[in-house]
């Protein structure tokens, strides 16, 4: 459960937030607003841009690998939620920046001013992404039943009356 949220937050809310970022840093270049609409298709489209996949299939691929060592730790489970969230702040802008680095470069021939506007939204989503990761790992399963079986099945099997004679008689 805490690998398919974890994966659906980043096919879902990083797009969308570097989009955004890039679009309202600057709006006048992305049609002179932050439309929402045009937000939504630009993320769409930015999943299938061929050049941040060898940066973004691994992060997507490696991220719930490495959460599901880390959310067992001492320090993810004790921590307060404000260092746990600043941590996971500070590492998802650095992981963003990675994922996005081959845009940047690219955007570095065109414009100084748009590599930045890539710089900003990868360390944003990246931050914000992982931030909602953590929080993922972190209370996903703290509301779960007590000894409630892990499939959703009944906790004992139902009460079936056994047959202590042989098959019934025909008549």
Same mark, same amino acid.
């Given at each position: 459960?805490? @690998? %398919?949220? &974890?994966?659906?937050?980043? *096919?879902? +809310?990083?797009? #969308? =937030?570097?989009?955004?970022?890039? /679009? $309202?840093?600057?709006?006048?270049?992305?049609?002179?607003?932050?439309?929402?609409?045009?937000?939504?298709?630009?993320?769409?489209?930015?999943?299938?841009?061929?050049?941040?996949?060898?940066?973004?299939?691994?992060?997507?691929?490696?991220?719930?690998?490495?959460?599901?060592?880390?959310?067992?730790?001492?320090?993810? @489970? %004790?921590? &307060?939620?404000?260092?746990? *969230?600043? +941590?996971?702040? #500070? =590492?998802?802008?650095?992981?963003? /920046? $990675?994922?996005?680095?081959?845009?940047?470069?690219?955007?570095?021939?065109?414009?100084?001013?748009?590599?930045?506007?890539?710089?900003?939204?990868?360390?944003?989503?990246?931050?914000?992404?992982?931030?909602?990761?953590?929080?993922?790992?972190?209370?996903?399963?703290?509301?779960?039943?007590?000894?409630?079986?892990?499939?959703?099945?009944?906790?004992?099997?139902? *009460?079936?009356?056994?047959?202590?004679?042989?098959?019934?008689?025909?008549?």
């Amino acid at each position: 459960m805490k @690998t %398919a949220l &974890s994966i659906v937050t980043m *096919l879902t +809310v990083s797009p #969308l =937030v570097a989009v955004a970022t890039v /679009v $309202c840093h600057h709006p006048d270049r992305w049609g002179g607003s932050a439309n929402p609409l045009n937000i939504l298709m630009m993320a769409v489209f930015g999943l299938f841009t061929v050049a941040v996949w060898p940066t973004y299939i691994p992060a997507i691929l490696i991220t719930p690998f490495i959460m599901r060592r880390v959310a067992v730790q001492r320090v993810f @489970t %004790a921590s &307060s939620l404000s260092f746990l *969230l600043s +941590v996971a702040s #500070l =590492v998802g802008a650095v992981v963003g /920046v $990675c994922v996005l680095a081959p845009i940047i470069l690219l955007a570095l021939k065109d414009s100084a001013e748009i590599a930045v506007s890539w710089v900003l939204a990868g360390g944003i989503s990246g931050a914000l992404t992982l931030m909602l990761i953590c929080l993922i790992y972190r209370f996903v399963d703290l509301y779960a039943e007590p000894n409630a079986p892990p499939n959703g099945g009944p906790a004992t099997p139902p *009460l079936i009356p056994t047959l202590s004679e042989g098959p019934p008689s025909v008549s």
